[in-house]
């Protein structure tokens, strides 16, 4: 039983998702668990180089974890064989042209979403991909959540019969940054940046629907900007000139109706900061990042309108949770399948097509906001 080495071009690690999500919870646990497991026994190790603009962070970041490896240098590191794949995790703006140079050196590909800004980009960086012949992933993680695990069983073993319409929340309130910092990252708020929150979550949302009810076939989006002035990092105010909330509603393959409103303007009275309500002929369920509640049809409570007196029904408590073993972080559990699709060709699905179908939704829903109509989705030609 041997050890294999896969060495793992990190950029974008001084990030919120790159250092927390990707480089701590998957990679650095990864190794302290001892690798990847192969069927044949084998382990692979990931040995990551850490890749940034700014030199001290990047020094501070190798130091706190123990991390051999980092440079500023990209192009160098992209020129080193001893490191197979490259993993992008920057900011959206620079995702694609950095993927099509990582693609052009030979590298496979591990990354973020959204891949691209535009589809036309995203379609470019798929073909590249393809040609190239190289093996290539995108982060997918909300079906890797406990709670949407929990739901995916729901819908496996047929309990909710046929589905109706799966109505989605999504969104907390983001400070301004002056009585406050804001929570999120300034570029999210700015169009020349690759900002916006329907390029955002409408990525999320096409694997999220494609996966667990149904292939998309037409959006409805309705975006607005509620916030226009915001304060950055460094406390000075500047103009949100994108969308801060999505209003977004879904026709899919099977005659499921879907409905998710995004929004980071919005005050939390919910189970979860994303929660998918689902209704069938023969039971509901709610699902939200680790849990997931059910009612049977046989279960369900009998409201009688009357406004004259307090509801006398404690909706929350007629539920039941769907019971669930520990689950492993969700980023976590999509890197070691995609180790395993490296190093043993073992299935993974969720390729740049994948990521160029969630770019081209939030494509169609931004459309759909400026031309005030329904937009269909095509199959994708990569
Ligand atoms: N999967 C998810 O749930 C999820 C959640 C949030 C964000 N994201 C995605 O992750 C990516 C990063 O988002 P974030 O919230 O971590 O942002 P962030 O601003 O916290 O991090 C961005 C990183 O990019 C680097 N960067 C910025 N400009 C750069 C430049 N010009 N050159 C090189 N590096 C640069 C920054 O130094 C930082 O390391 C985005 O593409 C976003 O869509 C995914």
Not at 347 to 353: E, G, H, I, Q, S
Request: aromatic residues 10%; glycine residues 8%; contains cysteine.
């Amino acid at each position: 039983m041997a050890q294999q080495r896969l060495g793992i071009i990190m950029n974008g690690v001084t990030g919120r998702m790159g250092m927390n999500q990707h480089l701590v919870r998957s990679i650095l646990a990864i190794r302290a668990q001892a690798g990847v497991k192969l069927k044949n026994g084998d382990t692979v190790m990931p040995d990551p180089i850490l890749v940034g603009r700014n030199e001290a962070k990047l020094a501070q970041l190798a130091k706190a974890h123990a991390i051999a490896r980092w440079t500023t240098d990209l192009s160098a590191a992209l020129k080193s064989r001893e490191d197979t794949l490259f993993f992008d995790a920057a900011t959206t703006k620079l995702r694609a042209k950095l993927l099509r140079r990582a693609i052009a050196a030979g590298k496979d590909i591990y990354c973020e979403k959204p891949i691209a800004e535009t589809l036309a980009d995203a379609l470019e960086v798929a073909r590249a991909a393809k040609a190239a012949g190289i093996k290539h992933g995108v982060v997918q993680d909300k079906l890797f959540l406990p709670g949407l695990l929990k739901l995916k069983m729901l819908i496996d073993s047929g309990f909710f019969g046929r589905i109706l319409a799966v109505r989605g929340e999504f969104g907390y309130w983001v400070f301004e940054g002056d009585w406050q910092p804001a929570q999120r990252p300034s570029w999210n708020y700015r169009k020349k940046d690759g900002g916006g929150i329907i390029l955002d979550m409408l990525c999320h949302w096409r694997y999220v629907l494609d996966n667990l009810f149904g292939e998309v076939k037409s959006v409805s989006c309705l975006g607005a900007t509620h916030i226009p002035k915001r304060w950055d990092e460094n406390g000075k105010a500047y103009k949100a000139d994108v969308d801060d909330a999505a209003y977004a509603t879904f026709q899919l393959a099977n005659g499921v109706i879907a409905h998710v409103n995004s929004s980071w303007c919005t005050r939390v009275r919910r189970d979860d900061l994303v929660t998918f309500h689902v209704d069938g002929t023969l039971g509901s369920a709610v699902a939200g990042l680790q849990k997931c509640f059910s009612q049977a049809r046989v279960n369900t409570p009998r409201p009688v309108w009357n406004p004259d007196v307090p509801q006398p029904i404690d909706f929350f408590k007629t539920w039941s949770e769907v019971p669930g073993d520990t689950y492993d972080n969700g980023f976590k559990m999509e890197w070691e399948m995609f180790i395993r699709h490296l190093f043993e060709g073992a299935p993974f699905k969720w390729t740049l097509v994948e990521g160029a179908k969630g770019v081209q939704l939030a494509e169609a829903g931004l459309r759909s906001w400026k031309e005030r109509r329904w937009i269909d989705i095509p199959e994708l030609e990569v």
